[in-house]
């Protein structure tokens, strides 16, 4: 090669390594009272709202996700869900890591567990990943070309979140130990066979009053005892005749209940429907639901 030659080359790139993880895309359709217990992992959370609300505490932090709106749940970061709007919830989740340490860092300063308003650059991207997605789902491509197109399509947002710029949204801040303490009522409700107990025993239990511990639990979760109590009751009711492997019967035991009426009773004040009707409507949804992992 001769030096003009050398001369005119045009270096356009040298290496580019790229590191992402992408785990669990899906739907969830949910009824009023839904629950999902607190977790924490070392991956981030993608939470795209798309109807009613979802109800988040993170960290020390209360925020209200309501469709149209996202949030990003960063790493190591304790995460409790609920529907507390009384409306039926949609959402489309995933966890994702990226390998490029100054993305990462301008995910967390930036974007980290604040409620993304529906009109910002990066909710948008949500809703063109989402639709994209779908599209894709209902493509028959090769399992191949399907996973380089999802990478594809998450590339297309890790730019939106590449030119993010911080999102500052009000929420409603608890002194931890208020909030540590809260969680412990709140566990302690439920024994590990899923026993109710009474929360002036949990309260006693923790050497505390009960009008104190009232205070505390209806200050961070929104909700009195009684209420939260019910509602993870009737999460966790649904739960069961989702799965649809055990009968309605031996649901009602395993609940704890005294009879099948009795549940039937408890569950149709929940929900205006019986136990057998509610999981032929889940077997209908879920028929026609669009799950994507």
């Given at each position: 090669m001769r030096k003009d030659e050398i001369m005119a080359q045009q270096q356009l790139f040298q290496t580019i390594e790229s590191n992402i993880y992408l785990y669990g895309g899906h739907f969830q359709?949910?009824?009023?009272?839904?629950?999902?217990?607190?977790?924490?992992?070392?991956?981030?959370?993608?939470?795209?709202?798309m109807q009613g609300s979802v109800t988040m505490f993170m960290g020390t932090s209360r925020r209200v996700i309501s469709a149209g709106e996202?949030?990003?749940?960063?790493?190591?970061t304790p995460h409790e869900s609920f529907n507390f709007s009384g409306d039926r919830l949609q959402f489309f989740c995933f966890?994702?890591?990226?390998?490029?340490?100054?993305?990462?860092?301008?995910?967390?300063?930036?974007?980290?567990?604040?409620?993304?308003?529906a009109d910002s650059v990066?909710?948008?991207?949500?809703?063109?990943?989402?639709?994209?997605?779908v599209v894709l789902e209902e493509a028959n491509v090769q399992a191949a070309e399907r996973k380089f197109r999802l990478e594809i399509f998450f590339l297309d947002f890790m730019i939106a979140l590449s030119k993010s710029q911080p999102v500052v949204t009000t929420a409603q801040e608890y002194p931890e130990r208020e909030v540590i303490l809260a969680q412990k009522l709140a566990s302690g409700l439920f024994a590990e066979d899923t026993t109710r107990r009474t929360f002036q025993a949990v309260c006693a239990h923790r050497n505390i009053s009960t009008t104190y511990g009232h205070r505390i639990f209806k200050k961070i979760y929104g909700v009195t005892p009684?209420?939260?109590?019910?509602e993870r009751q009737f999460s966790r009711a649904k739960g069961l005749l989702e799965i649809?492997?055990?009968?309605?019967?031996?649901?009602?035991?395993?609940?704890?209940?005294?009879?099948?009426?009795?549940?039937?009773k408890q569950f149709k004040q929940w929900s205006g429907m019986t136990p057998s009707a509610f999981r032929k409507t889940q077997k209908r949804e879920r028929h026609s639901a669009d799950y994507l992992v």
């Amino acid at each position: 090669m001769r030096k003009d030659e050398i001369m005119a080359q045009q270096q356009l790139f040298q290496t580019i390594e790229s590191n992402i993880y992408l785990y669990g895309g899906h739907f969830q359709r949910n009824f009023p009272s839904w629950h999902y217990p607190r977790e924490q992992h070392q991956l981030f959370e993608l939470i795209a709202v798309m109807q009613g609300s979802v109800t988040m505490f993170m960290g020390t932090s209360r925020r209200v996700i309501s469709a149209g709106e996202a949030v990003i749940i960063t790493p190591e970061t304790p995460h409790e869900s609920f529907n507390f709007s009384g409306d039926r919830l949609q959402f489309f989740c995933f966890h994702f890591n990226v390998g490029d340490l100054d993305l990462k860092t301008r995910i967390i300063k930036n974007l980290g567990n604040v409620v993304i308003p529906a009109d910002s650059v990066v909710s948008q991207a949500a809703r063109k990943l989402i639709q994209s997605i779908v599209v894709l789902e209902e493509a028959n491509v090769q399992a191949a070309e399907r996973k380089f197109r999802l990478e594809i399509f998450f590339l297309d947002f890790m730019i939106a979140l590449s030119k993010s710029q911080p999102v500052v949204t009000t929420a409603q801040e608890y002194p931890e130990r208020e909030v540590i303490l809260a969680q412990k009522l709140a566990s302690g409700l439920f024994a590990e066979d899923t026993t109710r107990r009474t929360f002036q025993a949990v309260c006693a239990h923790r050497n505390i009053s009960t009008t104190y511990g009232h205070r505390i639990f209806k200050k961070i979760y929104g909700v009195t005892p009684t209420e939260y109590a019910k509602e993870r009751q009737f999460s966790r009711a649904k739960g069961l005749l989702e799965i649809g492997e055990n009968s309605i019967e031996a649901i009602a035991l395993q609940m704890k209940f005294s009879s099948q009426a009795s549940f039937s009773k408890q569950f149709k004040q929940w929900s205006g429907m019986t136990p057998s009707a509610f999981r032929k409507t889940q077997k209908r949804e879920r028929h026609s639901a669009d799950y994507l992992v």
